[in-house]
């Protein structure tokens, strides 16, 4: 089946450590995002990437990193420099086009203890 | 000024009535534009697309896009308990890195027996 896998769907991170967000998708999607929802929130985007090696901050960048080193998955790390880090985080991917559709995985819940 | 802007809500609509709701966006760049319906604790799935000015209906929904007033809305007719959720609205533009998908905030809909 095609789709979007996020991985793990809970995560509990202390303090001060770092944490990384698996997105993997199978669709032969060029473009791929991470969003970061807040309770009664929309989405906020982090970063955005249209190829492999090659990713654009989005409005909300910081304390956080990606890296695309396959057209297939992009990892998010929430870095200790992310002051609240506690949110939904989702994951999506679409076409390279602007017309096209982007659809999402199940999203990663992050608390911080 | 928000790229995406939505009316928070929430809107309440008695059963079998139309649900309409509005988003805004700010750059005239903005090519492709899209609705998402987001159950709570759930990832975002799509339900319509819209490129052109003009109506585009699906089912029950249509889409309405007006590009002078940079105005996108969403009809949903026969409104059922089952549309009950938080709508988003998605706006696509190209940027010098890709191609930016930005959310408003949402609105929620409460459809009531």
């Known amino acids: 089946d095609g789709g979007i896998t996020q991985s793990p769907k809970y995560l509990f991170r202390k303090e001060g450590q770092n944490v990384t967000l698996s997105c993997e998708q199978n669709l032969n999607h060029d473009a791929m995002y991470w969003y970061r929802q807040d309770p009664g929130q929309g989405l906020r985007l982090i970063y955005y990437?249209?190829?492999?090696?090659?990713?654009q901050k989005g409005d909300i960048a910081e304390g956080y990193s990606v890296s695309r080193e396959k057209k297939e998955s992009f990892p998010l790390t929430v870095t200790s420099a992310q002051k609240n880090p506690t949110a939904f985080y989702l994951c999506?991917?679409?076409?390279?086009?602007?017309?096209?559709?982007?659809?999402f995985g199940q999203g990663t819940r992050l608390t911080v203890v | 000024q928000k790229e995406v802007e939505q009316n928070s809500g929430p809107l309440s609509v008695p059963e079998g009535a139309i649900a309409s709701l509005n988003c805004t966006y700010s750059?005239?760049?903005?090519?492709?534009f899209f609705w998402y319906r987001q159950y709570s604790g759930k990832s975002p799935e799509l339900i319509m697309s819209?490129?052109?000015?003009g109506d585009k209906e699906d089912g029950r929904f249509t889409a309405q896009l007006n590009k002078a007033s940079q105005y996108v809305s969403l009809l949903i007719r026969d409104s059922q308990p089952s549309d009950s959720a938080t709508y988003l609205c998605?706006?696509?533009?190209?940027?010098?890195?890709?191609?930016?998908?930005?959310f408003g905030t949402g609105t929620q809909l409460k459809v009531e027996l």
């Open positions: 990437s249209q190829i492999v090696n090659d990713f």
């Open positions: 999506a991917s679409s076409m390279i086009y602007t017309g096209t559709e982007a659809f």
């Open positions: 750059d005239r760049g903005s090519q492709s």
């Open positions: 819209i490129y052109s000015n």
């Open positions: 998605a706006v696509n533009r190209p940027t010098g890195g890709g191609n930016k998908l930005t």
